[in-house]
């Protein structure tokens, strides 16, 4: 079993930035994708960002590219988001997701993903 738990979360202005963090318990090693999906109220939810946790693979959705980053460090068991120029329509509820296998160019598709956290709120105004 694996448990995922989102913090970083808050209310922040159109172009300012937030970071938010995946910690991760139990075995983690079983874990090789760590994505980042988001929910805003009445949508579906949907990928914004995915990696290989052992190898430098990473994707991102066209709307946050160039905007966020995802990365890990695995001393702390933690995965980020760093989310810069925020914008009103990134507002949602941000997920962690790890699953067990590489979904390569799936990873998007959260039906791939074993484990979930609980999600952080993001709320951006303009």
């Known amino acids: 079993q694996v448990q995922l738990v989102e913090s970083g979360g808050g209310a922040v202005q159109a172009g300012e930035s937030l970071r938010l963090s995946c910690a991760a318990s139990?075995?983690?090693?079983?874990?090789?994708?760590l994505s980042w999906f988001r929910q805003a109220p009445g949508k579906e939810r949907e990928g914004v960002a995915g990696?290989?946790?052992?190898?430098?693979?990473?994707y991102y959705a066209d709307s946050v590219k160039g905007r966020f980053t995802i990365s890990r460090d695995n001393a702390k068991n933690t995965a980020y988001l760093q989310m810069n120029s925020l914008k009103p329509e990134d507002t949602a509820i941000y997920y962690c997701a790890a699953g067990r296998l590489w979904y390569g160019t799936t990873w998007s598709n959260p039906s791939k993903y074993n484990y979930w956290g609980q999600g952080t709120q993001v709320t951006v105004s303009s």
């Open positions: 990696m290989h946790t052992s190898r430098a693979w990473t």
């Open positions: 139990g075995y983690t090693d079983s874990m090789a994708s």
